[in-house]
């Protein structure tokens, strides 16, 4: 029985720009302190091995201490062995990053640059296929078909990109061939690229990501225990989670006639979840001008629980009626510019954005009413 760790897509340095600065090193952090967590997963799973199918580091040009400290972290988990494929990230195109890791590289530590057979243990041999550059144009597991191992040896592939034409990118040119495992008679296809868990069919996955980086995939981060019994045997494969930090995206369905704020809250995650959660909140349908803003202030009473809250509202359309008019004022100033912010949002004659536009003016003129009238 061969058992290893199928892992992907640790993206060592991401910046994170689109988040709040304060939030920027926690998630960067996270994607360093995966490399032990996947250690301690393995040796939970007597693992004696584990892959990295690509993208390691999220650029070609990672700091030195972003190398130096990675494969350190990597080496105080001897005996258990580390083999890294370059990825699209950090393709082979990246001579410096790759020279500099050869240079450090720590006994345990395998960097699979080369698309040549590696023993990686008794009657195991590893195909890998590294990313020559960002975009290599072409299916670089071919080689795989052709590649003679040792009769009675188990043939694991290790490959980085898109397959059946979707990719992490928005556009994929270089697709893996989906039946590439039966082509290169291969026991097990570890693939990397995508950051969510993908099976390609019972011998090809993806891993996803060990740590997530995004809401796209709204999946926890996860790695792979994969055991293959011996040559031909289908391998057992189980998931196990991964992740310090939790992404999600909530779906909130609101009727003009609900309780915006409860309905909010019943989504939230325990308290002492929070402070490592990053949630979306995908609201949708229609809501009185009041719930809007009752909802507004929930969401904004409790995002400093959070790692990142985010209330995204384009799905929610707000109604307001004479009432809720009546709340900013009776008769003045405030209530005719209010009227006039409620024709023009229901103006047909207008585009969409001016009407949206004056739909939040007369959201945000009602929470300035509120907040005063309290």
């Keep these: 029985m061969f058992r290893f760790i199928h892992s992907s897509d640790l993206h060592i340095g991401k910046r994170f720009g689109n988040m709040p600065e304060d939030l920027r090193g926690r998630l960067r952090e996270a994607r360093h302190s995966a490399i032990s967590r996947l250690a301690e997963q393995a040796r939970v799973h007597g693992a004696s091995t584990i892959l990295l199918a690509g993208d390691t580091f999220d650029t070609e040009t990672p700091t030195p201490a972003m190398l130096r400290q990675a494969l350190a972290e990597m080496s105080r988990s001897a005996p258990l062995r580390w083999i890294l494929l370059p990825g699209n990230h950090d393709s082979l195109l990246a001579d410096q990053l790759w020279s500099a890791a050869g240079s450090v590289v720590p006994d345990n530590v395998i960097l699979a640059t080369r698309p040549e057979i590696l023993t990686i243990a008794a009657d195991v041999a590893l195909l890998p296929a590294p990313c020559t550059t960002r975009r290599p144009g072409r299916d670089l597991t071919e080689w795989m ?3 003679a191992t040792p009769q009675g040896a188990i043939r694991v592939g290790l490959a980085h990109g898109a397959i059946q034409n979707f990719s992490e ?5 270089d697709v893996i061939a989906p039946d590439r495992a039966t082509k290169a008679g291969l026991d097990y296809l570890a693939l990397g690229d995508w950051h969510g868990p993908v099976t390609i069919n019972e011998r090809s996955r993806y891993s996803g990501a060990p740590e997530p980086d995004r809401f796209k995939h709204d999946t926890p981060g996860q790695a792979l225990v994969v055991s293959i019994a011996g040559p031909g045997a289908l391998p057992e494969i189980v998931a196990v989670e991964t992740a310090s930090f939790s992404w999600k995206t909530a779906p909130l369905h609101l009727l003009s006639g609900d309780d915006s704020a409860a ?5 939230l995650p325990p308290a002492d979840l929070r402070r490592q959660t990053l949630l979306r909140i995908a609201a949708s349908g229609r809501v009185r001008v ?4 009752a909802l507004e202030a929930a969401v904004a009473a409790v995002a400093p629980d959070y790692a990142y809250l985010e209330l995204q509202g384009d799905g929610l359309a707000t109604d307001c009626e004479s009432g809720d008019l009546d709340r900013i004022g009776r008769s003045g100033a405030l209530r005719e510019a209010a009227q006039a912010l409620l024709d023009e949002s229901t103006d047909e004659r207008r585009s969409t ?9 007369l959201v945000r003129l009602f929470s300035y009413c509120e907040a005063m009238g309290s």
């Design 145 to 147: 078909n052709n590649a």
């Design 353 to 361: 954005v001016e009407r949206d536009i004056s739909r939040q003016a």
């Design 263 to 267: 309905a909010f809250e019943a989504l």
């Design 169 to 173: 990118d928005s556009v994929a040119s």
């Design 290 to 293: 009041s719930g809007r803003t």
